[in-house]
């Protein structure tokens, strides 16, 4: 069975279809093209993008300060921001010890000195006692500060507080002495929104831009997007991370794969309504299980979600938990035809401590026995429940016996 949509998932029937019949309309045209099928395609791509933007933001108002940038997905989306980010002057970028390897590198590469890292094993008051000192100690006068944030953290399923983006906007006007307007901000906010795409939308009404990616709601993979505020179009045009062209990004558009996503985003929408209370009944079936199987076998089971840095609700899409003394890795490997996971798929190849459990104040011991299950609203609770019962059960039973003659010799 398969239980690891954080990291992927199939490719939707919607997504092929709506391939299909664009092509079929040839409707393939380069949209840069100065002819009929050059102007049908963009015409395409813009009525797409706009039906994307109103299913994200719910609000054609909002939704018209913004625009997409398609590209590869939001690795490239990170680095594109980050990157366009360091070539302004005297910026500070803040940052999580939490977030995904794409930030901690891009944020490494192009901002190796002008950085503040927020701890997410310190609460929030001590990480924003920390930043206000470290702003007054720095022999550096910093103009502009970047916050980047994660919507629903990859491997945890935490989603993360908006009322840190005030706070620390807070600090920063306090800082530079400027007085704003009731709601306006002195901070920008980019917001890694991989996993809260069409899922979690609620964060990024406070973003003036963030990422996604296709594969991860059923598109294809190595397409996705890079959301932002217009007014941002300068500064992104100016400092391309790939260039080619006049565009924030050089390349040629890809008009087929938008209106496939348009189509894909419109269905999540729909879903996200009539499925949502479905979703949190398939999390609670595994969270009984799992508390079944360690109540049966004695066995500690810590469920990996605490930093006061997110809010009290977990997304109901991830499940992050350890069977204390049962290896991750152990657990994997008995589980030979189904599929989940240890944490990110960018970092579960990585025979290692997970840098998020690790950087959210886990114990190490909790933190190489941690497992993540994630579903979305395709699993069928019949399968599921086959799936614990039968297979997930007793591989935990016979690691639990290992565990337990190991300790007796």
């Known amino acids: 069975m398969y239980l690891d949509f954080a990291a992927t998932n199939k490719i939707s029937q919607i997504w092929i279809d709506s391939v299909i019949h664009s092509n079929s309309k040839n409707l393939f045209g380069n949209p840069g093209s100065y002819h009929k099928a050059g102007f049908e395609a963009l015409d395409m791509m813009e009525n797409s993008t706009k039906n994307i933007l109103n299913d994200i933001f719910e609000d054609k108002e909002i939704a018209n300060q913004y625009d997409i940038c398609y590209n590869s997905g939001s690795t490239e989306s990170i680095n594109q921001f980050i990157y366009a980010m360091s070539k302004q002057q005297n910026v500070l970028i803040v940052y999580e010890n939490v977030a995904h390897k794409a930030v901690l590198k891009s944020v ?22 920390n930043l206000k000192e470290f702003l007054e100690n720095s022999q550096k006068y910093y103009k502009r500060c970047v916050l980047v944030l994660t919507s629903v953290n990859n491997e945890t399923g935490g989603i993360i507080n908006p009322e840190i983006i005030s706070k620390i906007d807070n600090i920063f006007k306090d800082y530079r002495k400027i007085s704003t307007y009731v709601g306006e901000r002195l901070i920008d906010v980019f917001i890694d929104h991989t996993q809260g795409f069409m899922k979690n939308n609620e964060i990024v ?25 217009k007014e941002y179009e300068r500064i992104l045009k100016e400092n391309p991370l790939i260039v080619g062209g006049y565009e924030i990004r050089g390349g040629t558009k890809d008009p087929i794969s938008v209106k496939a996503l348009d189509d894909l985003v419109d269905d999540k929408y729909i879903r996200r309504i009539i499925s949502g209370d479905t979703i949190v009944h398939l999390h609670n079936v595994i969270v009984w299980k799992l508390q079944e199987i360690a109540n049966e076998y004695k066995i500690e089971l810590t469920f990996n979600k605490h930093s006061d840095f997110y809010m009290k609700d977990q997304s109901p899409y991830i499940i992050n938990a350890s069977f204390v003394g049962i290896e991750g890795e152990s657990l994997m490997s008995s589980l030979i035809d189904d599929c989940i996971s240890t944490g990110s798929a960018c970092n579960s190849s990585e025979l290692k401590t997970s840098h998020v459990l690790s950087g959210m104040g886990i114990k190490k011991l909790i933190a190489n026995c941690a497992f993540r299950i994630s579903i979305d609203e395709t699993v069928n609770e019949e399968e599921l429940k086959d799936f614990l019962d039968n297979r997930f059960k007793p591989a935990i039973k016979f690691l639990a016996r290992m565990r337990t003659r190991h300790g007796e010799e």
């Open 205 to 229: 009404h406070l973003a003036d831009a963030f990422c996604f990616s296709a594969h991860k709601i059923g598109g294809m993979k190595g397409f996705g997007g890079l959301v932002y505020k």
């Open 108 to 129: 490494q590469k192009y901002f190796p000195e002008d950085n503040f890292k927020l701890d997410f094993s310190l609460t929030v008051e001590d990480n924003l006692k």
